[in-house]
């Protein structure tokens, strides 16, 4: 199926933002709602939700619309074109897909946000993208790192029923201790049983009194219990209230190769309200054993957008 893109902006807070809306070409026709100027017409003038509840494929897929969120100093088509690249993937499936840029980021106006201040953003961008396209009667929001924590900080602030799924690539939950943990299990373990290490260190080609004095730190990082309870809540606790209490179903992806991806599986192991989190019943996981945080490569970025849209096709569509 061909994909149509087009671009748009919307207002969000006194600000406008861009974005690009690809469609399924079939259905571009029939899903694109009439325009005046650069304005999309309210969801009213659209065709008729009801023939979207028909059993077709086409409809059923039309009607489950993905927003890609960004993570990271990033814009709306992504590192190595990923999103650009994962939206035509996607459209070209049958999916609707918008990509946006927050407020002060890419081409969009305002001050720079963190991840934890975007659930404003967020929201307007589902506005939009079902003002740009009625048809999209549900939404799963499709994050990156810091990106897929902001979407689960959104179902948890917003509680949003338009959002019917979550796909959640390499969550971010850093903290000073679960950075330390992951160093000392994955990266030290991992620098012991490397050639190369012992080679420098048999030539004197090491610092090895700074290397030391690093180790150390890390390891009396690493053994730091949580923070006390300064009366709110951290970001990874309304992260994991966020996806406890979401009715919808998750998609977890996770890169082998990624020190992202470790820190989360050991913090959610640690940390009690994250308990069954990953394996309850809602959640999907996919494991893409060899893959770089970003997902850098042709073959593993098809494995990711395979996975995504394997797990639409069984759990969103059917």
Known sequence: MNVVEEALLFPCADELLPAIVAWPGRLHAALRPARVGAQAAPAASAIDPGAFAQASDDDRRASCGVLIVVGGPQYRVGSHRQFLLLSRRLAAEGHPVMRFDYRGM?????????????????????????????????????????????????????????????????????????????????????????????????????????????????????????????????????????????????????????????????????????????????TRRVDIADADHTFSSRLWRSQAEDATLAWLGAVMVA
Not at 150 to 177: F, I, K, M
Not at 178 to 184: C, D, E, F, N, V
Not at 221 to 248: L, V
Request: charged share 20%; hydrophobic share 45%; proline share 3%.
């Open 106 to 282: 890419g081409d969009a106006s305002g001050a720079m946000r963190g991840f934890e201040e975007v659930a404003t953003d967020i929201g307007a961008a589902i506005d939009a993208f079902q003002r740009a396209c009625p048809a999209v009667q549900r939404v799963v929001l499709w994050g990156l790192c810091d990106a897929a924590s902001a979407a689960l900080l959104y179902v948890e602030a917003r509680g949003d029923g338009r959002v019917a799924g979550l796909v959640v690539l390499n969550p971010w939950v850093r903290s000073e201790t679960s950075l330390a943990q992951t160093h000392i299990k994955h990266y030290y373990g991992q620098r012991l049983m490397e050639r190369e290490f012992w080679w420098k260190l048999l030539r004197g080609r090491m610092a090895i009194l700074n290397s030391a004095r690093t180790l150390v730190k890390t390891a009396l990082t690493a053994r730091r219990g949580p923070p006390a309870n300064s009366g709110s809540r951290s970001f990874q606790d309304r992260m994991a209230d966020g996806w406890r209490r979401f009715p919808g179903s998750v998609l977890l992806i996770l890169s082998g190769q990624d020190y992202t991806a470790k820190e989360f599986l050991e913090f959610v192991s640690a940390n009690s309200a994250w308990a069954g989190l990953i394996e309850a019943a809602k």
